[in-house]
């Protein structure tokens, strides 16, 4: 039992450093070996749990696409009320931490090396649907919620991004007052308007 706590223990602070790396200096700047003095495990340790960096950079794929599959899901147990406030906790949650948030979004764009199979649905449209289920006419069609989930990620994974780089950082403080009200403002008015739209363009 301890062999494999200490085994999971160890596979952690090596994707965690490969990701902290992966997102710095990219697949081919990162070099196992800074990985392993990261992670503070040797490089023998490092090739027996992954093999090789190429399957290293899969699993650490496959991990931040759980991840963020794991946080859609438990912030279902937050206070939203609608798909709007839903969309706001998320990127919240996004910014915690600007680095790993930084870091992540590079690996989101690496995700072909990711060796799950990936769904037809964007990541996040089951946990939106809940709330559309009661938001959008029953006439509204599949294909037209899980475009509304892929705006609404796009947008607020736009902003995470922007708020979690300097330049990006610089822009927002300039020309947004209150930055927080400000994004959820734009989030809500989003939601809603495309809510709008469809009702409309599927009404009963």
Known sequence: ?????????????????????FGIKGFTGASTREIAKIAKVNIASLNYHFRSKQNLLQEVSAFVLEEFEQRCIRLLDGPAKNSADYAVLLFDSL???????????????????CPRELSARPIGFDQFNTFFEHELNASVPMEEKMWMTNVILAYLSHMAVMNSSSLGKKHIEKYMVDKHKTVGNYLHRLVQTMIRDLNLRYSL
Request: glycine share 0%.
């Open 1 to 21: 039992m301890v062999d494999m706590d200490q085994n999971k223990d160890t596979r952690k602070r090596i994707i965690d450093a490969s990701i902290h790396l």
């Open 95 to 113: 910014i915690e931490n600007e680095l790993k948030c930084l870091n992540h979004f590079k690996l989101y764009l690496d995700a072909e090396n």
